[in-house]
T-cell receptor
Framework: DADVTQTPRNRITKTGKRIMLECSQTKGHDRMYWYRQDPGLGLRLIYYSFDVKDINKGEISDGYSVSRQAQAKFSLSLESAIPNQTALYFC?????????FGQGTRLTVV | DAKTTQPTSMDCAEGRAANLPCNHSTISGNEYVYWYRQIHSQGPQYIIHGLKNNETNEMASLIITEDRKSSTLILPHATLRDTAVYYCIVRVARGAQKLVFGQGTRLTINP
């Protein structure tokens, strides 16, 4: 099993719909992150969490919300999806040495 | 986190050493240098990290200058599978801290 699992891997949704991207990790780490990546660009931090009771906004949190349901689970929600949220989304967790990333969720908002 | 500066793109011939530079002139004494790479839309993969001594593992070597203001990631015998975007990040190892990526260097290994 992968260390970090993202579901779904691909999703097409309509403008205005609510959508949740889920992330779970088996590493036992407290720190978890959500990023988005647009074509040809680097990763931009959306939200991050250092434990179950801690949620922090990243560089581009507008239009997104998160929920840290347990140490192993960190979900990203788009309350009302818009086309410019079409992107590749990555979840990550890390310890003091390295970060572990999921395989990504490719989201298309039409 | 200290800012880093990397070239936008680089090319290297297959079988040769690929040397990827990174400038981090504002690095603090307790900040480490980390390298990750991302192969075509996959999740980024950790490569190596170091504080001030040079480091080597099965993937790469990391050379950090004595003043710690810059570093070089070395892939000793580059293969086509090393074509990727390489990110240099500086941050403290422990504690509550966000993990921020810059634009990275797009390395192309040519046959």
């Amino acid at each position: 099993d992968a260390d970090v699992t993202q579901t779904p891997r691909n999703r097409i949704t309509k403008t205005g719909k609510r959508i949740m991207l889920e992330c779970s990790q088996t590493k036992g780490h407290d720190r978890m992150y959500w990023y988005r990546q647009d074509p040809g660009l680097g990763l931009r931090l959306i939200y991050y969490s250092f434990d179950v009771k801690d949620i922090n906004k990243g560089e581009i949190s507008d239009g997104y919300s998160v929920s840290r349901q347990a140490q192993a689970k960190f979900s990203l929600s788009l309350e009302s999806a818009i086309p410019n949220q079409t992107a590749l989304y990555f979840c990550a967790t890390r310890d003091n040495s390295e970060a572990f990333f999921g395989q990504g969720t490719r989201l298309t908002v039409v | 986190d200290a800012k880093t500066t990397q070239p936008t793109s680089m090319d290297c011939a297959e079988g040769r050493a690929a040397n990827l530079p990174c400038n981090h002139s504002t690095i603090s004494g307790n900040e480490y240098v980390y390298w990750y790479r991302q192969i075509h839309s996959q999740g980024p993969q950790y490569i190596i990290h170091g504080l001030k001594n040079n480091e080597t593992n099965e993937m790469a070597s990391l050379i950090i200058t004595e003043d710690r203001k810059s570093s070089t990631l070395i892939l000793p015998h580059a293969t086509l599978r090393d074509t990727a975007v390489y990110y240099c990040i500086v941050r403290v190892a422990r504690g509550a801290q966000k993990l921020v990526f810059g634009q990275g260097t797009r390395l192309t290994i040519n046959p």
